[in-house]
């Protein structure tokens, strides 16, 4: 099995500079976490047709949020008391995406977040806002998800995030890993709540659940990430005393919920063929099916995780592609 | 196991958007991966094999002591993790067993006031199921036992050093030396900031050195060669081991002596540069295996005369004849000592008409190159009694580097390039002290110029 050597490069570096961050008393060393992250400030001036910037969504949590809009040709370089300028445009995708990170890891003006959304903008012709939020083990369940619902209420009650078709918000989540789990449980509390959400993004989402299942036994170890260092995430992220099959981890296992007559919106799910927990990503789309919702799932046989970080293979492109379809066919 | 497709990386490889020196030394930010660039990562492609290599001997040696990794995490020394190159190696000098030493291998480089370590280790790490085990723990560099995490960006600093080095030699070639001066404390300080143990920061460490020395002794010209020739002969063998450019010069010279040889039963070298001899046991074996059987040899040494009265050129000959005997080679050696080559006459290298002529120049012609362009200028000396010889071959090894250009700046400029190329190469070295020692001969050569 083979992978570019510069990919292969930045998730073993990323491996191995985990490995020295999770302490086994199940302590995470931030200081040196914050060091070692690749950041990038947000940039008023377009880098290839695209601008960011920084909004301090709740001052009691210190949620922050990196807002991604295209430059139009009109206003090249916005100036900054226009950057909440209303979107033009009948139907304006707004994408919230959650970071991965395994809930302890990254953030949003990480080096590699911030390129992966400033492409979704391009994509998708979309607004992309990525979540800042709280990560384990400082902050266990729920506050990645409160931050997560938190976010989402703010860019639906921003009126210059509403498209002019129905003067609604066109919302969508995304998120890799952790990020994918938050996207799903935010948006089942959003449809509780009543508020549209027009599709999921899941790529490589992190799932589990008590038992071992057999691509986890198979891939342990193999493709950069151990079970060992999935039961620490776990551990550091549920609640003390809590097991996998806790319904944050495993949604449809034994403590979950079925989401049938639930207007769950559509799913796109992705799934790497080396990573080990494929099993119970599989499980997700299962339950998904089975509660008669729409999803798509792309499992991509040769991908490693991370293998949407880098431009420089197959699966990025396609990955890319089926994003756009997904995310256009609403208009 | 998860292998790399190393012939897949230049697909994704192109120049990043960093921002561009405009000074004319060598940029190495052409050759950095772009799609690491976009994740905060700064790592030559030509250099991402490597790391990788590193990489998994990183995770070889935390699967060692997993207990102990995030202990040791805390106290590791860290550079700029941008460069990822780096970083790595901080780890790994972390977690590689320390190495086992003596009083009698401390070295003190006498440039850098830092203490290199004769590191002779073997290697440590036992069999793990995932990394291939070729691999020997020998490389790393000892680095300074502070206790504090260097944060600056390297990256500017680095190009900043070397604007400020192009400055100062300007200031030294147009005689200003207070703002030389001035400027030697301020790369001092920028010193500080950047990584010494590797890429530019090593090269302008030199190069600062070398240029204070120049300004505190005033403007000489000529050879700032601190060092007896005892020292220095022990640099050129370390040298010799650690780089492959001498031996291929040497293997390259003896392949067109042979050839220029054929079919002649009297042969006389004349070597510029004895030195240790090292070029000639080859040559002799080959004379040896010759089809008709080997000729005559004579080989004729030059060098400067040994301090001590030690006769280091015939205990050399005498090593080389011993050689010959032992292949059945008729051999002579005659030992010429000189301190400049251009005070050799003809006369002394006693060539008979019959015989055909080798002349061997081992990096000696370009010290012939002075400032003075007089009429009998120590190069037109040479040659011309060289000529009068009427040698089969003349074989010349020199540097690529135009550094004997009247002009100061030119000549620094030139061994800005060549030297950092150098450094970089020897990064390649993996045995100590040979690199060690060999960067020191470097250092020798960049004082010179």
């Known amino acids: 099995m083979v992978v570019p050597l510069n990919t292969w490069v930045l998730i073993s570096s990323f491996k191995l500079a985990y490995n020295l961050l999770r302490r086994p008393d199940g302590t995470f060393n931030r200081h040196l976490a914050e060091f070692l992250d690749r950041k990038v400030p947000a940039n008023l001036n377009p880098v290839d047709g695209v601008f960011s910037f920084d909004v301090l969504i709740d001052r009691a949590t210190g949620l922050l949020c990196r807002i991604y809009r295209p430059a139009t040709a009109e206003e090249p370089e916005p100036n900054i008391v226009e950057l909440e300028k209303p979107v033009v445009g009948d139907v304006v995708p707004v994408i919230i995406f959650f970071h991965g990170g395994s809930f302890a890891h990254s953030s949003a003006n990480s080096a590699i977040y911030d390129t992966l959304c400033r492409r979704l903008v391009g994509i998708c012709k979309a607004v992309v806002v990525s979540v800042n939020y709280r990560r384990a083990p400082e902050n266990r369940y729920p506050c990645a998800y409160d931050d997560g619902w938190t976010a989402f209420k703010w860019v639906n009650s921003r009126s210059w995030l509403q498209s002019r078709k129905d003067s609604k918000v066109h919302i969508y989540l995304a998120g890799d890993s952790s990020g994918g789990n938050i996207a799903h449980h935010v948006a089942a509390r959003a449809v509780e709540s009543g508020i549209d959400v027009l599709g999921n993004i899941l790529l490589n989402p992190m799932f589990g659940g008590q038992e071992r299942t057999e691509s986890e036994k198979r891939l342990d170890?193999?493709?950069?990430?151990?079970?060992?260092?999935?039961?620490?995430?776990?551990?550091?992220?549920?609640?003390?005393?809590?097991?996998?099959?806790?319904?944050?981890?495993?949604?449809?296992?034994?403590?979950?919920?079925?989401?049938?007559?639930?207007?769950?919106?559509?799913?796109?799910?992705?799934?790497?063929?080396?990573?080990?927990?494929?099993?119970?990503?599989?499980?997700?789309?299962?339950?998904?099916?089975?509660?008669?919702?729409?999803?798509?799932?792309?499992?991509?046989?040769?991908?490693?995780?991370?293998?949407?970080l880098l431009p420089n293979n197959n699966h990025f492109h396609t990955v890319m592609d089926e994003i756009s379809e997904f995310v256009s066919s609403d208009c | 196991m998860l292998r790399y497709d190393s012939t897949s990386s230049s697909a994704g490889s192109s120049s990043g958007s960093?921002?561009?020196?405009?000074?004319?030394?060598?940029?190495?930010?052409?050759?950095?991966?772009?799609?690491?660039?976009?994740?905060?990562?700064?790592?030559?492609?030509?250099?991402?094999?490597?790391?990788?290599?590193?990489?998994?001997?990183?995770?070889?040696?935390?699967?060692?002591?997993?207990?102990?990794?995030?202990?040791?995490?805390?106290?590791?020394?860290?550079?700029?993790?941008?460069?990822?190159?780096?970083?790595?190696?901080?780890l790994l000098t972390e977690f590689a067993e320390p190495p086992p030493t003596c009083s009698s291998d401390f070295i003190v480089d006498p440039v850098n006031n830092q203490t290199v370590v004769n590191s002779s280790w073997t290697a440590a790490e036992p069999h793990t199921?995932?990394?291939?085990?070729?691999?020997?723990?020998?490389?790393?560099?000892?680095?300074?036992?502070?206790?504090?995490?260097?944060?600056?960006?390297?990256?500017?600093?680095?190009?900043?050093?070397?604007?400020?080095?192009?400055?100062c030699a300007e200031c030294v070639q147009s005689g200003d030396l207070s703002l030389a001066t001035s400027l030697i404390d301020d790369m001092q300080g920028l010193l500080t900031h950047v990584n010494t143990v590797c890429g530019i920061g090593k090269v302008a460490g030199h190069f600062i050195d070398a240029l204070s020395r120049r300004i505190f002794q005033g403007m000489?010209?000529?050879?700032?060669?601190?060092?007896?020739?005892?020292?220095?002969?022990?640099?050129?063998?370390?040298?010799?081991?650690?780089?492959?450019?001498?031996?291929?010069?040497?293997?390259?010279?003896?392949?067109?002596?042979?050839?220029?040889?054929?079919?002649?039963?009297?042969?006389?070298?004349?070597?510029?540069?004895?030195?240790?001899?090292?070029?000639?046991?080859?040559?002799?074996?080959?004379?040896?295996?010759?089809?008709?059987?080997?000729?005559?040899?004579?080989?004729?040494?030059?060098?400067?005369?040994?301090?001590?009265?030690?006769?280091?050129?015939?205990?050399?000959?005498?090593?080389?004849?011993?050689?010959?005997?032992?292949?059945?080679?008729?051999?002579?050696?005659?030992?010429?000592?000189?301190?400049?080559?251009?005070?050799?006459?003809?006369?002394?290298?006693?060539?008979?008409?019959?015989?055909?002529?080798?002349?061997?120049?081992?990096m000696q012609l370009h010290r012939l190159l002075g400032c003075e362009q007089t009429r009998n200028s120590p190069i037109d000396t040479v040659l011309s009694w060289i000529r009068g010889l009427n040698p089969k071959i003349m074989t010349v090894v020199e540097q690529e580097a135009n550094h004997n250009q009247p002009g100061f700046l030119d000549r620094f400029t030139e061994a800005l390039y060549y030297y950092s190329t150098m450094f970089d190469s020897l990064e390649a070295c993996r045995i100590q002290p040979e690199k060690a020692l060999a960067e020191i001969y470097i250092q020798r050569e960049i004082g010179n110029v």
């Not at chain 1, 080990?276 to 499980?283: T, V």
């Not at chain 2, 930010?29 to 290599?53: C, H, T, W």
């Not at chain 2, 085990?133 to 050093?161: F, K, P």
């Open chain 1, 221 to 308: 170890g193999k493709y950069f990430v151990t079970l060992r260092d999935r039961d620490w995430y776990w551990r550091a992220f549920l609640p003390e005393g809590e097991n996998r099959d806790h319904p944050a981890c495993n949604p449809f296992g034994p403590n979950g919920r079925s989401l049938e007559g639930i207007k769950f919106p559509k799913s796109l799910v992705v799934v790497a063929g080396l990573d080990l927990i494929q099993d119970w990503q599989l499980a997700y789309v299962e339950g998904l099916r089975k509660a008669g919702k729409e999803v798509k799932l792309l499992y991509m046989e040769q991908a490693t995780i991370g293998f949407y």
């Open chain 2, 18 to 90: 960093l921002s561009s020196s405009s000074s004319s030394s060598k940029p190495p930010q052409q050759d950095i991966d772009g799609l690491l660039a976009g994740a905060g990562y700064k790592v030559r492609s030509s250099e991402l094999r490597q790391v990788a290599q590193r990489l998994e001997r990183l995770e070889t040696a935390m699967g060692n002591s997993p207990a102990d990794f995030s202990q040791l995490a805390s106290d590791a020394i860290l550079y700029n993790p941008s460069d990822l190159a780096c970083w790595v190696d901080s």
């Open chain 2, 129 to 167: 199921p995932q990394v291939h085990q070729n691999i020997t723990y020998d490389e790393q560099q000892s680095l300074d036992n502070q206790l504090t995490v260097v944060t600056a960006m390297e990256e500017d600093s680095g190009i900043r050093l070397v604007h400020m080095l192009m400055t």
């Open chain 2, 220 to 362: 000489g010209g000529g050879s700032v060669n601190g060092g007896s020739a005892f020292e220095n002969e022990i640099l050129y063998h370390h040298f010799y081991e650690a780089c492959p450019y001498l031996k291929f010069a040497h293997f390259t010279a003896n392949q067109a002596i042979l050839e220029a040889f054929d079919g002649h039963d009297c042969v006389h070298v004349v070597d510029f540069n004895l030195m240790h001899g090292l070029q000639w046991p080859a040559l002799i074996q080959a004379l040896a295996l010759r089809p008709g059987g080997p000729p005559l040899l004579r080989l004729t040494g030059i060098g400067p005369p040994s301090p001590d009265g030690r006769d280091s050129l015939r205990e050399i000959g005498l090593r080389l004849a011993e050689l010959a005997r032992s292949v059945n080679v008729r051999f002579a050696f005659r030992g010429v000592a000189a301190s400049r080559l251009e005070d050799v006459k003809p006369w002394m290298l006693q060539v008979n008409p019959k015989e055909a002529v080798a002349v061997n120049s081992i």
